[in-house]
């Protein structure tokens, strides 16, 4: 026990006891998230309890659970945070004919399926979802694809590189390391031109993605709207890494089955990478196991793919 006097206040703190509750499964959302979340919350909770007493104003000693505090403050964050990015998604669908939502289904965008599921985006299709089938991708991706569109009844509208009609025809012509011999080839065929082909043929004239302050320095001043060639609208602007965590959780959503096998963003096969788990609430550590190992033209380390500078 420490003890140290403020002026009138007299503030003394201990270090609660851990929990020694062990992690029983290993799902993020089972012992592993318990983990996580115990990681995340390190710098933060070393001392949980406080007793504060104020010699002036309280007759009384009163304890303070300072982990209750935050407990409750946290809570009331993610319950803003949500109604925000629903009032955001509602006001999308009210304000605009075509809106659309390009989908990898990561944490974050299982999190956007929710909350439009939740609206009723899904009803009449106010809010189509697009997906990029870049013929590199988990064959978990594709499985996962399917069973969120069961659960939400929605049915994405799927894109792949023009000319082919399988993964098949697409090897036969142009192999299965494009991405080695150009890389910015192999965006252009494989995500740019579909990305660009199904904006325009789908006629979108609001993109809804999961863009987030949090992604890193590049988009550290995001608002929920953004002007431009068509209008961007980012629910999750505001949210963090980890809110999205709290938000699968607490509402029992599936995720990807690949975030249980160490890695925090999903791509295609040959640039995604498992990242260690105190990683990935860092900031920006999300897409720290994207695009390693690759290199852009010019010799800069690659950190996207393009189809985001085409928004
Ligand atoms: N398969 C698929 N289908 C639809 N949309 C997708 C897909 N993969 C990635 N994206 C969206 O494209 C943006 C760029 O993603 P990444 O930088 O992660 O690159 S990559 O395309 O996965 O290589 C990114 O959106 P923003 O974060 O808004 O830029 C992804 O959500």
């Known amino acids: 026990m420490a003890a140290m006097a403020l002026g009138h206040h007299h503030l003394s703190f201990a270090a609660a006891p851990s929990s020694g509750r062990p992690a029983r499964d290993s799902s993020l959302l089972g012992g592993n ?45 993610l319950q803003h945070l949500e109604s925000q990015a629903k009032s955001v998604l509602q006001k999308t669908i009210e304000c605009f004919e075509r809106p659309a939502f390009p989908c990898a289904l990561i944490a974050g965008d299982v999190v956007m399926l929710d909350l439009l599921h939740k609206i009723g985006a899904f ?115 505001y949210w963090e890494f980890r809110d999205c965590w709290s938000y699968l959780k607490k509402n029992s959503v599936p995720y990807h089955p690949l975030h249980d096998k160490g890695y925090p963003s999903i791509g295609d096969v040959q640039s995604t990478l498992p990242v260690p788990k105190e990683k990935w609430f860092e900031y920006g550590g999300e897409r720290s196991g994207r695009f390693q190992g690759l290199s852009n033209k010019d010799g800069s380390l690659k950190t996207e793919c393009g189809i985001h500078s085409q928004k």
């Not at 007759?59 to 303070?64: D, G, H, I, M, S």
């Not at 993964?167 to 192999?186: F, M, N, P, T, V």
């Not at 992604?215 to 929920?224: D, N, Q, S, W, Y």
């Open 123 to 237: 009803e009449k299709e106010a809010v189509k979802v697009i997906f990029i089938d870049t013929f590199h991708l988990f064959p978990e991706t594709y499985t996962f694809l399917k069973s969120l569109e069961d659960k939400y009844g929605f049915k994405a509208r799927v894109f792949h590189a023009a000319d082919f009609n399988t993964k098949e025809e697409y090897l036969a012509k142009h192999g299965s390391d494009l991405y080695i011999r150009d890389i910015d080839e192999y965006d252009k065929i494989c995500k740019v031109e579909p990305f660009n082909r199904a904006l325009s043929s789908l006629q979108v004239d609001a993109m809804i993605n999961g863009r987030r302050r949090d992604h890193g320095a590049e988009r550290a001043h995001l608002e929920v709207a953004q002007a431009g060639k068509m209008v961007n609208v980012q629910p999750l602007a």
């Open 33 to 77: 998230f318990a983990s996580l979340h115990r990681i995340l919350s390190k710098s933060h909770a070393r001392v949980l309890h406080y007793s504060v007493s104020c010699a002036a104003a309280v007759k009384e000693k009163e304890a303070l659970d300072i982990q209750q505090w935050n407990d409750e403050a946290y809570e009331a964050r």
